[in-house]
């Protein structure tokens, strides 16, 4: 079996790159640097494998249609007709994201609505208060967008600006193996998720939300809808 494999191994054909130089049968190193004035420091790669193809390779291999989301981005390059003269001066924002984050979308959601709404100066004084590790993210992402908008998108003053959009999405989960009591096992999963942030020029509004309204108000409004409503197969 053993001389099999030797005479498999002997008709092998390695093909060296250009410039490379092999050593042949019973020659010594030093009679390899007499065929070549070159450092002998680019002739010991005589051979090409994967993995000096560095990370790069591996990456375009098994992530090769993994991406991660590209439309966010695609709305900074948007370009809007001109404006009347009369008409109000539209404002200036800027999209922005940070994708893969080591964090679950469920607990990164509770940060995402919690900055939605103020401006980027009460946001930031916000962030350093949350016991959160997903808070280091966005509070890292803000500031990249506030950047971006002033030197990208001709925003004047960094303070004048508010978070108009904050929400997460689900990214990648890698699925592993637990080990449990009378060998039997678990499954756990490592969650990613991407974050997403759109700064708006101008102050924030005073109600982001809906306006509270108080119980008369909200009164009227259901009266309103009951009145309105229709009922299906009636005079």
């Known amino acids: ?135 280091t993210d966005v509070k890292e992402t803000i500031l990249e967008a506030q950047q971006m908008a002033v030197e990208r998108h001709n925003v004047e003053y960094k303070s004048n600006l508010w978070i108009a959009e904050s929400f997460v999405g689900k990214g990648r989960v890698f699925k592993g193996v637990r080990r449990h009591g009378r060998g039997r096992f678990g499954k756990v999963e490592y969650k990613h998720c991407h974050y997403f942030v759109r700064l708006e020029e101008g102050e924030p509004p005073q109600h982001y939300y809906q306006e509270p309204q108080t119980p008369e108000q909200q009164y009227e409004h259901w009266l309103e809808q009951m009145r309105s409503r229709k009922v299906i197969n009636s005079l």
Not at 75 to 99: I, L
Request: aromatic share 10%; with cysteine.
């Open 1 to 135: 079996m053993m001389h099999k494999v030797v005479r498999q191994m002997a008709q092998l054909r390695l093909q060296a790159p250009p410039g490379a130089v092999l050593l042949k049968t019973g020659e010594s190193p030093s009679a390899m640097l007499s065929h070549t004035h070159s450092p002998p420091a680019f002739q010991v790669k005589s051979l090409h494998t994967a993995a000096s193809a560095g990370s790069g390779f591996l990456c375009a291999k098994w992530n090769k249609y993994n991406y991660g989301p590209q439309k966010w981005l695609q709305y900074n390059k948007t370009v809007h007709p001109p404006q009347e003269t009369d008409e109000e001066p539209r404002k200036a924002y800027v999209c922005h994201m940070r994708n893969n984050i080591k964090y679950s979308p469920d607990k990164m959601w509770y940060i995402a609505a919690f900055v939605r709404g103020m401006s980027v100066d009460e946001a930031l004084k916000q962030l350093n208060f949350v016991l959160k590790k997903g808070a």
